[in-house]
């Protein structure tokens, strides 16, 4: 059973007052409310020199103005098990991804329904860290770091030791264990995360197109400083999700 015909209603997203800022007693893990990040709305789309550099094309407009704030209702997750795969098309380039269904079921049934329903077309990956964690935060359409689909659901498959190697594709979220929405994040370095309130979701890893985090990493964050905007700007433009069947 495929999730791909899941009838899409409206595009929901959560208000900041919605969420807290800060995630797990750490101003640096990753979290769904991030205050400190620059609201992407509006932005030029020229393509900045940073981004030449990392091998980026221009980056579209953020869609956020054409948005509504009508809440979803989760996914079903009957059917999620098994092998799936996913490719994430950027404006520098496709990132494919392994999800790990049968570990994190819920969170791979709501990516697949996001991914379904165009949730993340042109939106912006809104945040970089460089020091102490090393992650590339992404799926808030908004660009604020604000942006929920308008439901939430809990943590599944957190390591218990708090370790995140490279190429882990797992869940960004606010203080609230069941704050996981729509907002993920790539690691791109080793890197480890508060455990205290139930760590954060891993739902799968990167199998192609790492080399495209690492070269959005190695420009920095704009401006400077060590957690932001990234200076080369990606966003994604679109997100595929398919179940590999089993052979007969």
């Not at 494919?96 to 996001?114: G, I, M, N, Q, R």
């Not at 690691?187 to 799968?204: A, K, N």
């Amino acid at each position: 059973m495929t999730l791909g015909r899941l009838r899409w209603q409206a595009l929901g997203l959560l208000v900041a007052s919605t969420l807290l800022v800060s995630a797990c007693g750490s101003s640096d893990a990753p979290d769904a409310a991030d205050a400190s990040v620059t609201n992407h709305s509006g932005a030029a789309t020229t393509l900045s020199p940073a981004g030449a550099d990392a091998g980026c094309e221009e980056a579209p407009a953020v869609p956020s103005a054409g948005m509504t704030t009508e809440p979803l209702e989760p996914p079903p997750t009957e059917g999620v098990a098994g092998t799936w795969t996913g490719v994430i098309e950027t404006n520098c380039g496709p990132i494919e991804v392994e999800l790990y269904a049968d570990k994190a079921p819920v969170t791979v049934a709501s990516f697949e329904h996001l991914a379904t329903a165009g949730y993340w077309q042109d939106s912006p990956c809104h945040r970089l860290t460089t020091q102490g964690i090393f992650v590339l935060q992404c799926g808030d359409p908004t660009g604020t770091g604000r942006g929920a689909p308008g439901y939430g659901f809990g943590i599944e498959n957190a390591p218990e030791d708090g370790k995140y190697p490279p190429g882990t594709l797992a869940m960004a979220r606010a203080q609230d264990p069941n704050s996981n929405g729509g907002q993920f994040f790539i690691v791109y370095r080793d890197t480890e995360l508060p455990v205290e309130g139930g760590g954060y979701s891993i739902f799968g890893r990167v199998t192609g197109g790492m080399d495209i985090v690492d070269r959005v990493a190695e420009q920095g964050v704009d401006g400077g400083g060590a957690d932001g905007i990234p200076a080369a700007p990606i966003s994604i433009l679109s997100v595929e999700v398919t179940q590999e069947k089993a052979s007969e």
